[in-house]
């Protein structure tokens, strides 16, 4: 069975500092992966997504990068924060030909 | 451009009654549809999808769907509704073809009152 992790669980940051959010799939070859925001009580907006290692296509420009170094890892960075980064972020994958996504955890973050 | 309407930011009902979440979609050509659910707290979760074939398609938890081109809705069913079916719905929309954007309408929150 696939799994998917995702870390860490939360994280309160200052604005203007760094960040990592990291996202494992356990458990499936070479899926289709997603990164996701969502604001407090909002609807979802698709960030990044990548279809095969080292290659990533952006969605939306919110001052945020992403890159996926392994098959099954899909990393969101930023080298400065912004208050409106705040939010849910949500990794997602998606089997090739299956369409629908599978998505994680989630991780929460409060920029202050 | 592809975009998704749900109508209703709030839906209460009582337990027992049916229940209907409304979407609506804009895309010229054929779309991939989806029904996700997230509970107070939590991630979202696959209940349903229409790709192509039946228009009425059947997902988790007991959930229905009806895909109608000539009005460009999918809306979502259940009979009957339970206490648990509580959460907010989202509508969700691919561009067919290996298009790989997904654009989420803005949700439904669902109460159901026991």
């Known amino acids: 069975a696939q799994t998917i992790h995702q870390w860490p669980v939360a994280e309160i940051k200052a604005v203007g500092s760094p960040l990592s959010l990291g996202c494992t799939i356990k458990?499936?070859?070479?899926?289709?992966l997603y990164w996701y925001w969502q604001a407090t009580g909002g609807t979802l907006q698709q960030l990044f997504y990548s279809i095969t290692v080292g290659q990533v296509e952006s969605v939306v420009q919110l001052n945020l990068s992403a890159s996926r170094p392994k098959d099954d890892q899909f990393i969101l960075s930023t080298e400065k924060l912004l208050l409106s980064h705040s939010g849910f972020y949500l990794c997602?994958?998606?089997?090739?030909?299956?369409?629908?996504?599978?998505f994680g955890p989630g991780t929460r973050l409060t920029v202050l | 451009a592809q975009s998704v309407d749900q109508p209703d930011a709030h839906v209460t009902l009582s337990e027992g009654a049916s229940l209907e979440l409304r979407c609506s979609y804009s895309y010229s050509a054929a779309p991939y549809l989806f029904w996700y659910v997230q509970y107070p707290g939590q991630s979202l979760q696959f209940l349903l999808k229409y790709i192509t074939g039946d228009t009425v398609v059947k997902g988790t938890k007991g959930f229905e769907a009806e895909f109608r081109k000539s009005n460009s809705s999918f809306n979502l069913k259940k009979s009957p509704a339970h206490w648990s079916d509580s959460a907010k719905y989202f509508c969700a929309l691919e561009a067919g073809g290996s298009n790989y954007k997904l654009t989420f309408g803005k949700g439904t929150l669902l109460t159901v009152t026991p």
């Open positions: 997602a994958w998606e089997r090739t030909g299956g369409y629908e996504q599978y």
């Open positions: 458990g499936k070859s070479s899926p289709n």
